[in-house]
């Protein structure tokens, strides 16, 4: 076997491989002599139908078949040889015809990892956020808690609609003076001064009683997700049906038992633990995120198009969950755009990655697994066995292998570049 190699882009190269005669005649040989156990043409016996009739009758089948045989056994072989390592599967792109009294060759287009001589990262400086957690934040949990736990109850005496109560509302909608029974509701329940609805209607629920109808006049704007409604002037008839109020319980230690924790002191020190791992994490995360912007930036090295065009639907599709999880409009061929930017980045981003992770022979030990297993136990509570009995599937193992190895390749990247910290000037949430 012969091969030879040529490079079309940093990315792809055109591998040929060539057979000898002696190759081709044996696996045609070889064909012929299976396919005459079988055989069945008029006029001959099972087993009898002379090579010159199988030839006749079979001549093209079988030479399809020996050559699709012929490349799955020889291009794996040439691969090796000219140790190619290809990223997705290769494509043929040229067949020659197979002939008994000649050599036989094809070629194949690759799409490999692009040949990178050094990562660069001088230059480089980053910032650390640090979030210092405060009595604001704990508090901001406990109120959270306080909300989880509170209960509903009707206003007494009556009142009208404040901030913070559930409301159960009709409404009519007129679309320019024409009614629309399909835009109409009834009996939806909604929580006031929440901005969950149309600021115009969430504003006219304020102060409105019981059975009392009021119009409110709204536009809906450009971005509205249903295309006949955008830029039109509505009139919403809107009918308070039912008012509850929230009760919150009182903050003491019979609260925070209810919680799990033995005191109330107990919990603002729980809340406050777990605040801090947050804001740990946020700040692991962001400075991760940087340094591979970063890293991509400065090493601009080019990306198999075919993994581009594999993330670029991953990517898109997120794009489109998130933009319809938020209820906004989105435009197809600007997602398109935006998801082939950031699909490239993301393949680039991997391949630098692992090419750091091989240049500093990073590996992933039995040991490395068992400690992850257990930092999984104490976030999840489960066992370390039964994390351990779920990650024996080859796959499920071979996933947390790769976040292992990922952490790894991130922390010695972060520690080859510059790294001040700062303090983080935004909230740690929202």
């Not at 794996?76 to 002939?99: C, G, H, N």
């Not at 308070?240 to 603002?268: C, Q, Y």
């Not at 406050?272 to 400075?287: F, I, P, W």
């Not at 581009?308 to 755009?337: H, L």
Request: a negative charge.
């Amino acid at each position: 076997m012969q091969t030879s190699v040529s490079r079309l882009s940093p990315v792809e190269v055109e591998l040929k491989v060539e057979l000898p005669k002696d190759k081709i005649q044996s696996a045609l040989a070889k064909a012929y002599a299976e396919l005459s156990k079988s055989a069945q043409v008029r006029g001959f016996r099972k087993g009898k139908v002379p090579l010159a009739i199988l030839k006749q009758y079979y001549g093209a089948r079988v030479a399809t078949d020996v050559a699709s045989r012929l490349v799955d056994e020889s291009l794996p072989q040439a691969m090796v040889a000219e140790k190619l390592d290809p990223v997705v599967q290769p494509s043929l792109t040229k067949i020659d015809p197979l002939e008994e009294s000649a050599a036989w060759s094809f070629t194949a287009k690759l799409e490999v990892r692009p040949e990178v001589t050094e990562i660069v990262l001088e230059g480089i400086k980053l910032e650390r956020k640090i979030w210092t957690v405060t009595d604001e934040d704990v508090n901001k949990r406990l109120e959270v808690i306080r909300q989880k736990n509170s209960t509903l109850r009707t206003p007494e005496p009556a009142r009208g609609a404040i901030a913070g109560d559930q409301a159960t509302i009709d409404y009519d909608v007129a679309i320019e003076g024409e009614n629309r029974d399909d835009l109409k509701q009834r009996n939806r329940t909604v929580e006031v001064g929440k901005g969950r609805l149309l600021e115009e209607l969430d504003a006219a629920l304020i102060g409105l009683a019981l059975n009392e109808a009021k119009p409110v006049e709204v536009t809906f704007g450009e971005a509205h997700p249903r295309e006949d409604l955008r830029n039109k002037k509505a009139t919403l008839t809107v009918t308070l049906k039912e008012l509850r109020e929230t009760v919150l319980p009182t903050l003491d230690d019979e609260l925070a038992k209810d919680e799990g924790s033995e005191s109330l002191e107990a919990l603002k020190a729980k809340i406050r633990g777990e605040v801090e791992k947050e804001a740990k994490d946020r700040s692991e995360h962001e400075l991760r995120e940087a340094a591979i912007n970063a890293l991509v930036e400065k090493n601009p090295i080019a990306v198999p198009p075919t993994l581009v065009k594999n993330a670029v639907g991953i990517v898109a599709r997120e794009m489109v969950q998130y933009a319809r999880i938020r209820n906004e409009a989105f435009d197809a061929e600007a997602i398109v755009k935006d998801a082939t930017e950031q699909a490239e980045s993301r393949v680039r981003a991997g391949l630098l990655l692992a090419e750091m992770a091989r240049a500093n022979t990073l590996t992933v030990t039995d040991a490395d697994l068992e400690t992850r297993l257990e930092e999984m136990s104490k976030e999840t509570g489960k066992a370390v066995a039964r994390l351990r009995a779920e990650h024996r599937d080859n796959e499920k193992r071979q996933a947390l292998a790769n976040a292992v190895l990922e952490d790894k390749v991130l922390s010695l990247l972060i520690s080859k570049i510059e790294v001040t910290e700062v303090a983080a000037t935004e909230p740690l949430e929202g």
